[in-house]
């Protein structure tokens, strides 16, 4: 049995309504990581999960949970409304690492993929005391323009080398940040979704080595 098989259901209440979310806490838990999805995607997705088992493997707590509430995500599904929506996203992380700090006294992570490292990228400018490390997969920083400047937090952007326009688009995004420690991992010869054999397990690999490296975790 995994640690996230023995997760405990944590509730984002928002003026919309609830986010549903999972949270695991292994033993000795030395930092939380919440979960930013992609654009119409969910907690349930397979890449995401798989990557919080192995930040699970390294220590760390996880957080898995949907921006949108229940009804904002089957309108969505309908005409994609809300999943290009930025700004609201990014609010969402908001509060995710406002119900983290409460809920959990661990170091806040957060980990974004496609839209949702906007969106994390959002709220570690937000919350730059609460948000101590950042890693986007196949993200789109560049849609967090007006706050790529304010994020202190050591942020990490993984892009697969076959990705050429969303590798351009960090590059740049890397240009603008302040952020103290950044970096830009390069999978080579990996497409957006990391499908090529060993790409996705070396996005774990680094997720995982800079959330230890920045929460505290205890081994990569």
């Known amino acids: 049995m995994t640690v996230l098989e023995r997760g405990t259901d944590l509730v984002v209440e928002t003026p919309q309504g609830r986010l549903d979310g999972t949270l695991a806490v292994p033993l000795g838990a030395t930092g939380v990581v919440a979960f930013a999805h992609g654009s119409g995607s969910s907690r349930h997705s397979p890449r995401n999960v798989a990557v919080a088992e192995a930040l699970s493997e390294a ?10 509430t229940p009804a904002e995500g ?13 700004a609201l996203l990014g609010r969402r992380v908001v509060a995710v690492v406002d119900t983290l700090e ?34 986007s997969r196949g993200g789109r920083p560049d849609l967090a323009t007006a706050a790529l400047g304010r994020v202190r937090a050591p942020t990490l952007l993984i892009v697969g080398g076959a990705d050429h326009e969303v590798l351009r688009l960090n590059r740049e995004a890397l240009a603008a940040m ?12 990996a497409t957006h979704l990391f499908e090529e054999p060993g790409a996705l397990e070396r996005v774990w690999a680094l997720a995982a080595s800079w959330f230890v490296r920045h929460l505290g975790a205890r081994r990569a």
């Open 102 to 135: 409460r809920s959990v006294a661990l170091p806040i992570g957060l980990f974004g993929a496609s839209t949702g490292a906007a969106a994390a990228l959002i709220g570690a400018a937000e919350r730059p005391a609460l948000v101590r490390a950042v890693v």
């Open 74 to 86: 089957v309108l969505d599904e309908i005409d994609a409304r809300f999943r290009f929506d930025i």
């Open 59 to 68: 220590g760390l707590a996880t957080y898995l949970v949907d921006l949108l």
């Open 178 to 189: 302040r952020a103290p420690v950044r970096e830009l991992a390069v999978v080579d010869g």
